[in-house]
């Protein structure tokens, strides 16, 4: 099993090439929902890493594989210019899947 990585730039996409993460680089929310049609096709792929721009292109596709389906998890991931908010991240992933407000 691998991880796959779905960047909004250059730089974190050249940093997990590096950490042997391969991935692409999208700035649309077609080329998110591509990138993720593709990584779920491969049966390879068990882990999708995702900016937090990226993710934010195509929230509802987002949540709807991690609440739907067992493959891939996805991950989100700050970015240089994230914020690394992730305690947000999980509060609100809580709130929206079972409907607790932490």
């Known amino acids: 099993m691998k991880f796959f990585l779905i960047s909004d730039n250059i730089d974190t996409q050249m ?3 590096i950490a042997g993460v391969e991935g692409v680089v999208a700035h649309t929310k077609d080329e998110v929902n591509e990138a993720l049609d593709s990584a ?3 049966e390879n792929v068990a ?3 995702m900016t937090q ?3 934010a292109l195509c929230p509802e596709r987002v949540y709807d594989i991690k609440l739907n389906q067992h493959r891939p998890l996805i991950v989100e991931i700050p970015d ?3 914020s690394g908010g992730i305690t947000d ?3 609100r992933y ?3 899947a079972i409907g607790v407000k932490l």
């Open 80 to 82: 240089r210019h994230g």
């Open 53 to 55: 721009k990226t993710a």
């Open 15 to 17: 940093g997990m090439r």
């Open 89 to 91: 991240a999980i509060s």
């Open 40 to 42: 779920a096709a491969d």
């Open 47 to 49: 882990v999708v890493l």
């Open 94 to 96: 809580v709130e929206e």
